[in-house]
């Protein structure tokens, strides 16, 4: 989940409650969903909260829905525009990069305080939104250090976005004191050499000029020429990245936060190439786009979800109290609402997520629990009881019990197990433990979460290579859901519960796993067959196939040396997995 880093001290000059205590605050961003991790070493706060409120990753952020949940503030508020005075001129762009927005913020009341809450927010937004930067990046420059063009009308300023040859073009990037070329800052400057994987295959790379020239390097590095410090006031900003869409709402959110500051938004015109790439070719859009969008959600689904009876005045104050704005009206399912959603609220998809915002205005806590008017008697799944005995049996058996996520992404699922993708063509066989076509997410908030696992032993290995630094014997073991993608099934999703476990000790062997394997199959009566099989995760010769009551359940055996080192294990592990519903 991601953590932000916010001053209590900021958040009472912007909420404008200086009388709350820390305490006070804590209790009020829990209300919120923002949950208090502890303090860093600066004296501010950690906050925790889920990663689709992305308009909280700075403290202007949090701090705006505070003022809401105060009822300082109601409804959907939409900064005030300045017309368009610079244009961002799109041309030769690469054809693997081929979007760009941006704006113009002026008259900012910049500190030290504002400056690291931007940095933070950039990079944030980086994280999460710009999939690492491959997706989305952020460049934030100093007006006042830009000469723009003349452009054709010659009523305005201009910049190019377009693509240069990285052996050729020359610029300062940030933490340089000499000129470079992108191909040497991608070779040996320290931010280079991290994001330079992202266009280091591009014949040219995206660059963006003025008219002194090149002063942006997407995504890797902006120049030192325009950097930006706690003295700028006017600031420009450019994002480019593989989605209008995207780039256009982390744009959004940026200009909140520093409207928040007191800067005032001006628009930028992104004028594109007759022969550009993508849909745009041509046109010209005006940015930021701060256009609402309306959902519809109905007066009885809304008391069906909450529980609560409401009438349609606090309807609409609860929604405004959460910053939307909702204007009753009718369908064919009665009394409904038009609700208007602000530009900075990326995480709105479905009327189920007006309904929770309305929630949260009314206070789940306020919500008294009923007993659901139905004639029956809730219990225990048998699925859940065997769940429970299995847990117990490993626990028992000297393991400690894990609880890891669901989801997970191809590369630690697969590459670093020494199994290549269901796709790739390499002859594993198709019956492996864990191989098969993986439950993709579409729109994944990070590229660390973009998959639902196949299998527990990946999630269980990273356990132990985060825990290098503890001491050993580690025993450990989960038990929890697996799925892949399977026709047969009305879904088109096959799901299990697996158990994992894994012994890392200087003396791990097949023979330990075995041992405790043989000892959890005798606990439920269960007859276990091990005979040999592969599998690229285990050592040749020192892997089996678990049999039980004659089933093909598993794999069992000693982790190859390639998966070992993957993860910066320097001792032998040991594992085996199965399917759960073997024990039954």
């Known amino acids: 989940m991601p953590v932000v880093d916010v001053d209590p001290d900021e958040l009472r000059y912007l909420t404008g409650h200086s009388e709350k205590d820390d305490d006070e605050l804590k209790s009020d961003l829990f209300d919120l969903g923002l949950e208090f991790e502890g303090w860093t070493e600066d004296d501010e706060f950690q906050l925790e909260f889920a990663p689709d409120r992305l308009d909280r990753l700075s403290v202007e952020g949090v701090a705006r829905s505070l003022r809401y949940h105060y009822g300082d503030d109601r409804g959907v508020e939409i900064p005030n525009t300045n017309s368009a005075d610079w244009t961002i001129e799109v041309e030769d762009q690469p054809d693997e990069r081929p979007y760009v927005t941006g704006a113009i913020v002026r008259g900012l009341d910049m500190d030290e305080a504002a400056l690291e809450s931007l940095i933070q927010l950039q990079e944030k937004l980086h994280a999460t939104m710009g999939r690492k930067r491959a997706k989305g990046a952020i460049g934030v420059h100093d007006l006042t250090m830009l000469k723009g063009d003349s452009v054709t009308d010659e009523t305005g300023k201009s910049i190019t976005y377009t693509s240069a040859d990285p052996d050729e073009a020359t610029f300062v990037p940030l933490d340089a004191d000499a000129e470079m070329t992108p191909s040497e800052v991608m070779a040996s400057h320290e931010t280079g050499q991290t994001y330079g994987d992202l266009v280091a295959d591009f014949d040219r790379v995206p660059a963006i000029y003025d008219a002194i020239g090149l002063f942006s390097f997407p995504p890797v ?9 706690a003295d700028s006031r006017d600031l420009f900003i450019e994002m480019t990245g593989t ?37 745009y ?52 399912d009665g009394v409904a609402y038009d609700v208007e959603v602000p530009p900075y609220r990326v995480d709105v998809i479905h009327p189920l997520d007006i309904i929770d915002d309305i929630g949260r205005a009314l206070g789940f806590n306020s919500l008294e629990p009923t007993y659901p008017d139905v004639s029956t008697v809730g219990g225990r799944h048998e699925r859940s009881r065997l769940e429970d005995a299995a847990r117990d ?22 590459e670093r197990m020494n199994l290549s993708t269901p796709e790739a063509e390499d002859g594993n066989d198709a019956d492996t433990v864990g191989l098969v076509d993986p439950v993709t997410i579409q729109e994944p908030y990070s590229e660390d979460y973009t998959i639902l696992r196949t299998w527990a032993l990946p999630s269980i290995m990273m356990v132990l290579e985060n825990n290098t630094h503890r001491s050993y014997p580690q025993d450990l073991a989960e038990i929890g859901l697996a799925a892949g993608l399977d026709d047969s099934e009305n879904t088109g999703v096959a799901e299990h519960r697996t158990v994992a476990a894994a012994l890392a000790r200087t003396d791990a062997s097949y023979e330990d796993a075995k041992a405790r394997l043989q000892a959890l199959a005798d606990a439920f009566d269960k007859d276990l067959e ?35 080192v993957e993860h910066d294990l320097e001792l032998p592990v040991a594992a085996f997995e199965f399917r759960l519903d073997a024990l039954e």
């Not at 005045?313 to 405004?320: L, N, Q």
């Not at 049996?393 to 630690?412: I, R, S, Y």
């Not at 040749?540 to 004659?550: F, M």
């Open 221 to 229: 590095i902006n120049g030192r020429r325009t950097e930006v410090s």
């Open 243 to 279: 989605d209008q869409w995207t780039i256009d709402h982390m744009c959004n959110i940026v200009c909140y936060a520093l409207a928040a500051r007191g800067g005032q938004v001006e628009k930028v015109d992104v004028s594109y190439a007759d022969d550009a790439p993508g849909e």
């Open 281 to 332: 070719a041509g046109k010209t859009l005006e940015r930021p786009d701060f256009s609402v969008r309306t959902k519809t959600v109905t007066h009885d689904r809304i008391e069906s979800i909450l529980g609560v009876s409401l009438d349609s005045r606090e309807v609409v104050d609860y929604a405004e109290r959460a910053g939307l704005d909702a204007s009753e009206t009718e369908s064919d």
């Open 393 to 414: 049996a490993l626990v028992g058996l000297g393991f400690e019990d894990l609880l890891n996520f669901h989801m997970t992404n191809e590369v630690e699922n697969f």
């Open 530 to 564: 091990t005979p040999p099989t592969t599998h690229p995760s285990f050592i040749g010769g020192r892997a089996a196939e678990v049999v039980l009551d004659g089933e093909s359940a598993g794999v069992i055996g000693e982790i190859h040396p390639k998966v070992l």
